[in-house]
Structure formats: structure tokens, C-alpha cells
């Protein structure tokens, strides 16, 4: 059956998972079948009065849930923590989600919720990514965290991209709540990547109108570069566009970092960017 949803009805819909309760975030709209993600789940139905209500008793559950898995956990001696308890709409499944530093035995945890819970149990093992996707959180930007409003996939993220965006390399600025690399040093780098193919990086050797220098700051996006026109320190400093520069030597990305990064450049002291 299809229905005319808007912005902030509430819906029943299927899910890999079960029936779920939902939000309508987006109205209907037409979506080119390359933009599809396949195998799409049908809307059950508008939800009712009485799924709004089953909804917040589902709530009150996994709370309680939480707390006895809590006592299960510490009566097992299991290093693990909990994150997260969700049920499906219909309680056909009680999912718990953890974080461990390492594997986890935790068979006799489920036989253990199964007799309390009478439902099918099943327990996850989350990364910090993971983590911070499902609780949730503000970024230094001060906007809500991308992984839990719209990214649904992790890619992998490298140092590399915060070099090539000139960013200062101190892991404490491009970490994100998770303590890894920040997702959204993604978004711009293939930009930059462009626009630094044709910006002499910090650190080359150039020929310009006023005799030969070198690149002490370079902006990929506006084109602008600052060259010290001599090998002293307190040689003058003049600025160019991209365009009236030929380079004679042209240096790498590690280079050009070494010159503009500002703490610990170390990627031995950095995040991990790899996904989970």
C-alpha cells in the first residue's frame, strides 16, 4: 500500500531487524533508481495511538533492560561495557550493544538474559565509531554528530587528508567524540586535492616577477600563495596569485606539512583512521 507520509508522522516499517517504530524524516519524493538502496523495506502502516504508546513502553523496557544487563555483566566478571538496548517494535528481539577492548565470552550471559527476558537475544560488539553513532553527541563545529544524523556508512579516513587540507596534525584538533579521525575531513579533501595540483605546496621553489623564492604558505582554494623571496629568514615576503609563478621545485605533501602543521606530527601519535 502506498502512503502519502510527511515530515514527522510516525510510521511501523520493516526492517533487517524486525518491525520497527519510526520518524518520517524526509516526505515522499522521487529518487533516481542509482540513489536506491537495495533491498528497500516496505512502511507498514501509519502508527496509532496505541503503537505510540507500545513505542514508549518499549522505552521504559530497554531502560530496565539496561540495568539488569548491567548486574548480569558484573555477576559474569565480564570485561565489557554496555552501550545501547533496543527492542524490536514487536519484542521479538532484545538487542545489547558493547564496547571491550578485546573478544568476549559472553555465551552464559545470553542463556542468562534469555530466562529473564523470554525473547531472542542477541548481544553486539561495537567500535568507537560505532559507539558514538549510537549515542549520539555535539562536534567541535557545535552541529549534531554526522555519524548520527546522516552518514550511514564509515569510510576510511587517513592523515594523509588532513595534510593535504593544511590542517595543523595535533590529534586532539582532528579527532572527533569516537577519539578517531573526524569523519568530515573527508568532505573538502577532494577539492583541495584539485585545487593543490595546481598551488605550489609550502616549501617549493619558485620563479616570480621579483626573482626566484620559496613557498612559505600556500591556499589551494583561493590560489593565493605567500613567497620569501631569499634563503634568510628576514627576507621580504611578498604575495602572488598561482598563475604568475612558474616552479622550479616542487615539493611534496610531507613537506609542505612539515611547514604548516603546528604540535605533534608524528602519525605515530595520531588516530587510528581505519573503519570499523
Known sequence: MDYVLNEGDHVIVETARGLEYGVVVLSNRYVPAQSLVAPLR???RIATEED???HEQNIKREREAFDICCEKIAAHGLDMKLIDVEYTFDNSKLMFYFSAEGRVDFRELVKDLASVFRTRIELRQIGVRDEAKLLGGLGVCGRPLCC????YDFAQVSI?????????LNSTKISGA???LMCCLRYECETYEEEGRRTPRPNSIVRTKEGIGVVIESQPL?????VRLGEDETAPVKVFNRDEVEVIKSAGIDEASESTSNGNTSDDNLPDGEPL
Do not use: H, W, Y
Not at 587528508?161 to 595543523?168: D, F, I, T
Open 178 to 180: 569516537c577519539g578517531r
Open 160 to 168: 594523509r587528508m588532513a595534510k593535504e587540507q593544511n590542517l595543523s
Open 42 to 44: 516496505p512502511v507498514i
Open 148 to 151: 548520527a544524523t546522516f552518514l
Open 52 to 54: 505510540a504508546q507500545k
Open 222 to 226: 583561493s590560489g593565493i600563495i605567500k
